[in-house]
């Protein structure tokens, strides 16, 4: 479905008609209830992307990511400074690459030998940083990087953002939920199945979602946290009955 762009105005105005009723929220608190749907959204799905080129500094591995962006997902490597695609670089862990080269940080793309000519590998340091081997020799390349940018806030009328009819029923739907959350106990539960169906509008833009445990819990589909933690015979308790009994 085509994306439309839309204004917080007009965002709230959406979140009023929903309602069918005489709105029992202001403006500020319709505001950060749509914010918090945007947060939410974004942190189950990572919908908000973004592709940032980063130029290669020779002989170094470590790379620091602009602040926009908050998750990288796919780097490509380009011997072009501002090249706009290029050789996808595949990821790994440091505990596989200092294991596989333990001298790996003093290898570079003229080391010769083993070591390839181009950075062939990239290692998540933490969510803005990243291990690139072997690092560029020559420098002003380019690292091309695709990821999960922030999602964005709205603070003022005039801001918008671009999502397609369906997903901005959802949205308004969380925000109608947890605006209900200030009412008494009918009207709050009266809004679960617009939070349900956030979720499952969710589950089907990030299939991974599907397996957290925190996804299953917030649709009632996990109940292993009301079972006791403490107290239950263990495989040993079993066993040791059994002999007892024998």
């Keep these: 479905m085509p994306y439309t762009t839309t204004t917080l105005s007009e965002i709230r105005e959406r979140l009023r ?6 709105p029992f929220w202001d403006q500020e608190e319709a505001r950060l209830a749509i914010n918090e749907a945007l947060l939410v959204w974004g942190l189950f799905t990572g919908f908000w992307k973004q592709r940032v080129t980063i130029a290669t500094i020779p002989n170094q591995y470590l790379y620091g990511l602009p602040s926009s962006l908050i998750y990288r997902m796919r780097v490509e490597f380009s011997t072009s400074s501002g090249a ?12 596989d690459l200092d294991n596989g080269r333990p001298r790996w940080r003093q290898e570079t793309t003229a080391s010769g030998g083993s070591v390839p000519t181009a950075p062939a590998v990239w290692v998540p340091v933490s969510l803005q940083s990243i291990y690139l081997w072997p690092a560029h020799a020559v420098g ?17 009328d005039p801001d918008t953002i671009d999502v397609g009819d369906d997903l901005l029923t959802a949205l308004l739907g969380y925000a109608l939920h947890v605006l209900a959350f200030k009412r008494p106990g009918p009207w709050f539960a009266g809004t679960f199945s617009y939070f349900v169906d956030f979720l499952k509008l969710a589950g089907e833009q990030n299939s991974q979602i599907k397996t957290s445990q925190i996804y299953r819990r917030a649709l009632g589909q996990d109940y292993r946290w009301l079972k006791p933690l403490t107290g239950v015979p263990t495989q040993i308790d079993r066993l040791a009955a059994q002999v007892t009994q024998g």
Aim: glycine letters at 12%; aromatic letters at 2%; hydrophobic letters at 35%.
């Design 140 to 156: 002003s390349g380019s690292l091309i990087l695709d990821g999960v940018s922030a999602t964005p806030i709205l603070v003022d």
């Design 84 to 95: 706009s695609a290029g050789t996808v670089v595949e990821s790994t862990g440091r505990e």
């Design 17 to 22: 008609d929903k309602y069918e009723q005489v």
